[in-house]
């Protein structure tokens, strides 16, 4: 069955149908367009387009549908165009004629682009909570190790001590911003084009504002043209998806890095390793270089996605349907990839000794200049007195602390005996006070308001 035959004499081309089908993907929206279908039939009744009889014969033809989609027991038919054909295929089966009076004043333009929201707006839910479980596992991690000292790196050259806390922090704070940006895109996900027909709005007044309560939806679309071709918050979704990706990329690189026997800062549990085929030494932390490898796809699906809408025409196009499958993948992608990396930071084996034997006193120089600084030194001067001292020091094939106090002095009269006190990277660490820093104080501060946040939008969610 087609849900255009009435003007076509025959039928249509049998490849041109396969390239066209949307089933063999939009079945994943068969739950929210039946919930669609279901406030529907309520509002055309409302609206006095249906009796309460039929309206009662469609809702125990769509609720059967549910329980069979739910059951697996849907059977799917070769005409099956797309998932909203189904549906009414099936339900014309289920309840006869009446079943062709729920598409009145609806177009599947209006509908699609429903249900797509309603899709997503359940994932959207499911991703904050993995999202709020990978900051879990960082927050507990960062408790468990707190103490621990490793180089911090700029340019990936060595440059100021940092606790290992500190450093897995930070990605909370990244992960709390794409939470904070999912939430702000999620607001604009909540607007319901339903009622807005093919494109030119409803002709049997149905009350819209009820609709969008009974379906969830915060608010309705305030012009039908705009409301069947709008992708915006497609487009926004996935900006999002690529964002959290280039963040989940970044974690995993520095993961392999630290994991690889040069660094030997910490192992990734073996349970989420390979072995070689050929080399029986090897353990590859190949789920880290995928985490890696998946911002390719992700910010693919962002560049189709721009690339389908750039200079469509107004309303509807078909080319639209092409919004779903990056929608889809994105969401598998980064929910597998969220739980996953929730469990890799949980069980990473710390290395303290390992950390710990590779600073190099060198990162202490800006401790030096700082130390000058406190003896009222302007900090350039300073940066440029301890500048000398490192070449002195390297001239002399000795590290900074082994410097003798003479040459200090014979450099400027103001480094002072006190100034070995300096080389400590414990105490490096712990000035750091600041909000913000890297002082164990300061990291305690920022894990205390980490964990505030995390309780905050749970209890917001529940
Ligand atoms: N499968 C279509 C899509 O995903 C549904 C909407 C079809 N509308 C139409 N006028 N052909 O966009």
Same mark, same amino acid.
């Given at each position: ?16 149908? *396969? ?8 079945? *994943? ?11 529907? %039939? ?12 039929? *309206? ?72 904050? +909570? ?5 900051? #879990? %596992? ?8 707190? /103490? ?16 290992? !806390? ?41 009350? *819209? ?11 309705? #679309? ?18 999002? %998806? ?7 990329? +970044? ?12 660094? =030997? ?9 390979? =072995?070689? !085929? ?10 880290? $270089? ?23 025409? !107004? /309303? ?9 499958? &990056? ?33 190099? $006193? ?14 009222? @030194?302007?900090?350039?001067? !300073?940066?440029?007195? @301890? ?22 002095? %014979? ?17 490096? @660490?712990?000035?750091?006070? &600041?909000? +913000?820093?890297?002082?164990? /104080?300061?990291?305690? #501060?920022?894990?205390?308001? &980490? ?12």
């Amino acid at each position: 069955m087609t849900l255009w035959g009435g003007r076509y004499r025959g039928s249509s081309d049998r490849r041109m149908r *396969r390239f066209c089908d949307s089933i063999a993907f939009d079945h *994943r929206l068969k739950t929210v367009d039946v919930k669609g279908s279901i406030a529907y %039939a309520n509002a055309l009744q409302q609206a006095e387009c249906i009796s309460l009889d039929e *309206r009662e014969l469609l809702l125990s033809g769509l609720q059967r549908i549910l329980q069979e989609f739910e059951a697996g027991e849907f059977l799917f038919v070769e005409e099956d165009e797309d998932i909203h054909t189904a549906v009414e295929r099936r339900l014309t089966e289920l309840v006869g004629q009446v079943a062709g009076k729920l598409h009145t004043g609806r177009s599947r333009n209006d509908q699609v682009a429903t249900d797509l929201r309603l899709y997503l707006l359940e994932q959207i839910a499911l991703l904050d +909570g993995a999202l709020a479980a990978l900051q #879990t %596992a960082i927050v507990t991690k960062a408790q468990m190790h707190l /103490g621990v000292i490793m180089p911090g790196y700029t340019h990936m050259q060595q440059a100021q001590p940092l606790l290992f !806390s500190h450093w897995l922090m930070s990605f909370f704070w990244k992960l709390q911003r794409d939470r904070e940006r999912l939430a702000e895109s999620r607001k604009r996900t909540a607007v319901m084009p339903l009622g807005a027909g093919a494109i030119a709005g409803h002709p049997f007044g149905v009350d *819209r504002e009820a609709l969008a309560a009974e379906l969830g939806f915060r608010a309705v #679309t305030q012009n039908s043209v705009d409301a069947v071709g709008d992708r915006d918050f497609v487009v926004e979704f996935l900006a999002w %998806a690529g964002l959290l990706q280039v963040h989940l990329s +970044g974690l995993a690189e520095d993961l392999v890095v630290w994991s690889s026997r040069e660094f =030997g800062f910490l192992a990734v549990d073996e349970a989420f390793t390979t =072995g070689s !085929s050929l080399m029986p030494q090897k353990r590859n932390p190949d789920a880290l $270089e995928l985490m890696r490898a998946k911002t390719g796809r992700i910010v693919g699906h962002l560049v189709t996605m721009l690339a389908v809408l750039k200079g469509l025409p !107004s /309303g509807y196009c078909k080319d639209l349907q092409e919004d779903k499958e &990056a929608v889809f993948d994105a969401v598998d992608t980064l929910c597998e990839e969220l739980r996953l990396a929730a469990q890799i930071v949980l069980t990473l084996q710390i290395d303290g000794d390992r950390m710990a034997a590779a600073l190099d $006193e060198a990162m202490l120089s800006t401790d030096l200049a700082d130390y000058l600084v406190r003896k009222g @030194v302007p900090f350039r001067e !300073s940066h440029r007195l @301890v500048g000398l001292a490192v070449r002195r020091a390297e001239d002399l094939g000795v590290a900074l602390s082994h410097l003798p106090w003479e040459e200090y002095v %014979a450099i400027d009269p103001r480094f002072e005996r006190d100034l070995h006190g300096v080389f400590d990277f414990e105490m490096s @660490v712990n000035r750091r006070t &600041a909000v +913000g820093g890297t002082a164990r /104080g300061a990291v305690e #501060t920022q894990i205390a308001r &980490a964990q505030l946040l995390l309780n905050h939008t749970r209890s917001t969610r529940e």
